[in-house]
């Protein structure tokens, strides 16, 4: 049975950094496309970034630009979130997703069939 092991998310403060991470159990990530969203209470699930194998450059939401980086380790067949300069409003639940490969990612949530239970992150001070 497929499954994720997700895990890293806690109480930060404001201006830290935070890494949480996927384990996936019984298949490899090793050509899937991955991605990372997070459902802030009272708001609809917002896709954060996704990376592919086909060569494609990963993609990241506004709200994250310039302060993450997603990556995969495929000895692992882990994955990867790192979120830096964080701010209250970055509070939600992460999850991680895969996907069938593709040449580009997407951020369309419909892309990804395989999903983490999520993990919290609270940022406050």
């Known amino acids: 049975q497929s499954q994720f092991v997700e895990s890293g998310g806690g109480l930060v403060q404001p201006g830290e950094s935070l890494k949480v991470f996927c384990a996936a159990s019984g298949f490899s990530l090793a050509s899937d496309t991955i991605a990372w969203f997070r459902r802030v209470p009272g708001k609809e699930l917002e896709a954060l970034s996704c990376?592919?194998?086909?060569?494609?450059?990963?993609q990241y939401a506004d709200s994250v630009k310039g302060r993450s980086t997603i990556w995969r380790d495929n000895t692992k067949s882990t994955m990867y979130f790192h979120l830096s300069s964080l701010k209250p409003e970055d509070t939600g639940l992460y999850y991680c997703?895969?996907?069938?490969?593709?040449?580009?990612?997407?951020?369309?949530?419909?892309?990804?069939?395989?999903w983490g239970q999520g993990t919290q992150v609270t940022v406050s001070s």
């Open positions: 990376t592919s194998t086909g060569g494609g450059d990963p």
């Open positions: 997703a895969t996907g069938p490969w593709s040449r580009s990612c997407s951020l369309l949530r419909s892309w990804y069939t395989k």
